[in-house]
Nanobody
Framework: QVQLLESGGGVVEAGGSLRLSCAAS?????????ASWFRQAPGKEREFVAT???????YYGDSVKGRFTISRDNAKKTFYLQMTNLTPEDTAVYYC????????????????????WGQGTQVTVSS
């Protein structure tokens, strides 16, 4: 199993930037994990934001493409979400998730693909 802890959320004005971090701990080998960010706004379902494969290949949801960047640092067992040009529509609780993955795995973009989740970090974008 792996434990995940998000940090970096906060309040930012529209057009601003934030970087979220997700630190992993536990017995599983982090470098063999695929990881993703999801978000959930009040009254809405949890939404896929971005994923990164164990080889470092990223994939993004349409609503954040070109504005958000996902990355990972295997030595620090941490992955990141750099968010730029934020809008009020980006306001949500952001969750990181991870799972073990084979080298040739597809992108994992569904909530049900993941068993390991962080507790979430609030991002609020004011207009």
């Amino acid at each position: 199993q792996v434990q995940l802890l998000e940090s970096g959320g906060g309040v930012v004005e529209a057009g601003g930037s934030l970087r979220l971090s997700c630190a992993a701990s536990g017995r599983r080998t982090f470098s063999r994990d695929a990881a993703s960010w999801f978000r959930q706004a009040p009254g809405k379902e949890r939404e896929f934001v971005a994923t990164i494969s164990r080889t470092g290949s990223p994939y993004y949801g349409d609503s954040v493409k070109g504005r958000f960047t996902i990355s990972r640092d295997n030595a620090k067992k941490t992955f990141y979400l750099q968010m730029t040009n934020l809008t009020p529509e980006d306001t949500a609780v952001y969750y990181c998730a991870a799972r073990d993955a084979i080298l040739t795995a597809p992108y994992y973009t569904a909530v049900n693909d993941y068993a390991s989740w962080g507790q979430g970090t609030q991002v609020t974008v004011s207009s």
